[in-house]
């Protein structure tokens, strides 16, 4: 097992126990049931960026995880609304019925709708940062990320794209995914620098080259995947006539052009060495994954 797979496991593992503590406290009741369904299952990769770039400053897990917690909160939530009938109506997730399916369209809005408060209850809690400002601050910057600024903008954006005159340009589809895709990794990213009290910039350098390269990896796999293997449906932007980086570059554009991304996240961060090292392989991971 390589640095980032190792580190990797670390991180979710923590960051599942975090989520678990909270949801604990929470009521016995279906939506609960609901939100732990949620939470369990994913790659944990957007809490992996919030422990390891804080590392990378000298900050350990035990003080990231809170932090890291949030994150999958919050993108837990994105993909339960955006499993609804009313969005993609998606079955799947992750290998598994998704919420919607599982109880009913009401608790899956609730159990959305929990995940995103818990979210910024994890960052006003003081375990989360002892320095209120620094609490704040992390509040502020993931509301811009996950809102009207940022992943629901791109989610908007890419419904009106599904019923508009003409498909959009290859800057547009990189506008959008910016917010639907790239805020919340952009987030991730740099939130253990801010945790740390250190500059964000070439976090922020990192994973905003990262989250590109994310979403032409997720374009590659609806295109050319295994249904079985991403423990999702494939095909769907084909067959809703959506243009993605596939249509518009080709198979092997896109490839190229995700390298290309992949490389401009390492160079990032380069002033890290050897401390960085793990970052990198995610970087690898990202475009090489099967799901």
């Not at 993108?75 to 919420?99: I, N």
């Not at 209120?132 to 996950?146: C, E, H, K, N, P």
Request: net charge negative.
């Amino acid at each position: 097992m390589n640095r980032f797979h190792r580190r990797l496991t670390e991180s979710a593992a923590a960051v599942q126990g975090r989520l678990d503590l909270a949801l604990s406290r929470l009521a016995d009741v279906p939506v609960v049931d609901a939100m732990r369904w949620a939470c369990h299952g994913g790659k944990g990769l957007r809490g992996f960026l919030v422990t390891e770039g804080a590392a990378l400053y000298g900050v350990p897990m035990d003080r990231a995880v809170t932090a890291a917690a949030a994150i999958e909160a919050l993108h837990a939530y994105s993909l339960v609304h955006d499993d609804l009938p009313c969005m993609d109506d998606d079955a799947l997730r992750r290998g598994r019925p998704t919420v919607h399916v599982k109880w009913d369209q009401a608790v899956a809005v609730l159990a959305g709708d929990a995940l995103q408060s818990l979210a910024f209850d994890l960052l006003a809690d003081p375990a989360c940062h002892r320095d209120a400002a620094v609490r704040v601050s992390l509040i502020g910057s993931l509301a811009r990320a996950a809102g009207a600024q940022g992943m629901v903008l791109g989610q908007a954006l890419d419904i009106a794209a599904e019923s508009a005159a003409t498909p959009l340009t290859l800057t547009q589809i990189e506008a959008l995914q910016a917010g639907k895709t790239g805020a919340l990794i952009r987030w991730s990213g740099e939130a253990g620098a801010l945790l740390a009290g250190a500059d964000p910039a070439p976090m922020a350098r990192y994973a905003t080259a990262l989250g590109l390269a994310f979403q032409i990896a997720d374009d590659l796999l609806d295109a050319t995947g295994d249904a079985a293997a991403m423990g999702k449906a494939a095909g769907k932007d084909a067959g809703a006539g959506k243009a993605t980086f596939v249509s518009l570059l080709g198979v092997e554009g896109a490839r190229a052009r995700a390298r290309a991304l992949v490389d401009e996240a390492c160079e990032a961060l380069a002033s890290f060495g050897e401390r960085a090292e793990a970052l990198r392989g995610c970087a690898a991971f990202v475009v090489e994954r099967d799901r």
